[in-house]
């Protein structure tokens, strides 16, 4: 069986009290992190997710509300948890030198630690199929802020694809990239199309007969989002939903 928790669903602004990007997924191999907001530690900890059950960190693209978790994730797996097995945190190019700037600009830098476990860096790009620890994941590039170096990813786990979207406008292969996922974690932060980097619930009505795919899931839900009834029959995201597969 494979299961998926939400463990953050909200837009970078916390719209609706909710925690930002993070999503567990367990797997019959082990379990892995998509994206770690600032919040994530919360999050978990809410949940009752031990830290160091997380094998590896898939991070979608550099903004905080999707990657600024990691830095306090790794004090508490070291200084709370003692964490021994390894760790691997993998991302678009430059992950390694992102991570370890974030946790300095914090106050927490990496190489002020003796580490009890491995930090392990990965980069992973575009249209490779990778083997990620408990999962294989594929990268694809997404229309969001290009200096964050925007990815969206596919994630294969016991028979079964997972499609996220990581942050993104919309762009024409978008439902190719979904297209036969069991799951499919779309962010729909507005209601009506308006900051291009971003899906609107106009836009994913619109486009619906375009995917091919099975549960389709908005997340990253803005303000407005968060203030409807109505999602246009679309299934919508919320913390500590559990979806299994």
Known sequence: MTEIVCVGTSDAFGAGGRRQSAYLVRG?????????GQTTGTGLSHLGVEPDEIEVIVVSHFHADHFGGIPLFL???L????????????????????????SAALGHPIESHEWSFPIQFQELRAGQLVDLGPVRSRFFETWHSPDSHPHGMEIETGGHKIVYSGDTGWFDELPRRANGADLFLCECTQVERSYEFHLSLEEMSERRNEFDCGRILLTHLGEEMRSLRDYAGYDVADDDLIIKL
């Open 79 to 102: 200084y709370r948890r003692a964490r021994q097995r390894p760790l691997r945190i993998a991302g678009p190019p430059d992950v390694e030198a992102r991570v370890r700037a974030a």
């Open 28 to 36: 019959p191999s082990g379990s892995v992190l998509l994206d770690c």
């Open 75 to 77: 004090l508490n797996a």
